[in-house]
């Protein structure tokens, strides 16, 4: 069964240090998104991404937060400058045109100390 | 704005019991999906089922059933017959339709459930 898989599922980072996740979403789906949830915590929307550009984004997604869809396959989130409360479990998920279920990765653990 | 109410924050039962999620939205959209997920202690989040708005049906997929009203606004979620294998945290979720038909979840805080050997 197809997948959306995430890449590192696991980093350690210094503060301030930039950072960026990477994802693969399901080959034939349209939509993009990331999801943030925070240690014990629900999981939050960050943005979404279509035909090549951010369509929403929720109050987190400030200024040090990027996407981008670099080729035809990945998706990438970018923290310019990390901080403590960056510190969560990030989730790509992806939709195709006509369902309305999203499909999540298996997370990345973000962890800056 | 959106809600999902899991009033449930934790749940502890004896294997081979039943346990029923509870889960209560608010939303003035009159289109709109619910979603149940579950987040075993691996992390990831596995889809378990969605509905939309207009399908009132209960739904039962082998020891699983779910149970939408939308007179009460809830969408709770039965397991019968738990297995250890259920213990994770169930999210449950509704979907909002934004811009370009795109569509975001707001989540619940989540319910740990616990299965018990």
């Known amino acids: 069964e197809p997948e959306v898989t995430q890449t590192p599922s696991h980093q350690v980072t210094q503060m301030g240090q930039e950072v960026i996740l990477r994802c693969v979403p399901i080959s034939n789906h349209l939509y993009f998104y990331w999801y943030r949830q925070i240690l014990g915590q629900k999981v939050e929307f960050l943005v979404s991404f279509y035909n090549n550009e951010i369509s929403e984004k929720s109050e987190i997604f400030d200024d040090q937060f990027s996407v981008e869809r670099p080729d035809g396959s990945n998706f990438t989130l970018k923290i310019r400058s990390t901080k403590l409360e960056d510190s969560a479990m990030y989730f790509c998920?992806?939709?195709?045109?006509?369902?309305?279920?999203?499909?999540f990765g298996e997370g990345s653990w973000l962890t800056v100390v | 704005a959106q809600k999902v109410t899991q009033a449930q924050t934790e749940i502890s039962v004896v294997e081979k019991e039943d346990v029923t999620l509870d889960c209560v939205y608010e939303t003035r959209d009159t289109t709109y999906y619910l979603f149940w997920y579950k987040q075993p202690p691996s992390g990831e989040l596995v889809f378990l089922i969605r509905r939309n708005s207009f399908d009132e049906q209960n739904e039962i997929s082998g020891r699983y059933s779910w149970n939408f009203q939308k007179s009460t606004s809830s969408f709770n979620f039965t397991i019968t017959a738990s297995q250890v294998v259920d213990s994770a945290v169930y999210f449950c979720a509704l979907s909002e339709l934004s811009n370009f038909g795109n569509e975001k979840l707001t989540f619940g805080t989540g319910t740990r459930l616990t299965i018990i050997p």
């Open positions: 998920a992806s939709r195709d045109r006509t369902g309305n279920t999203i499909y």
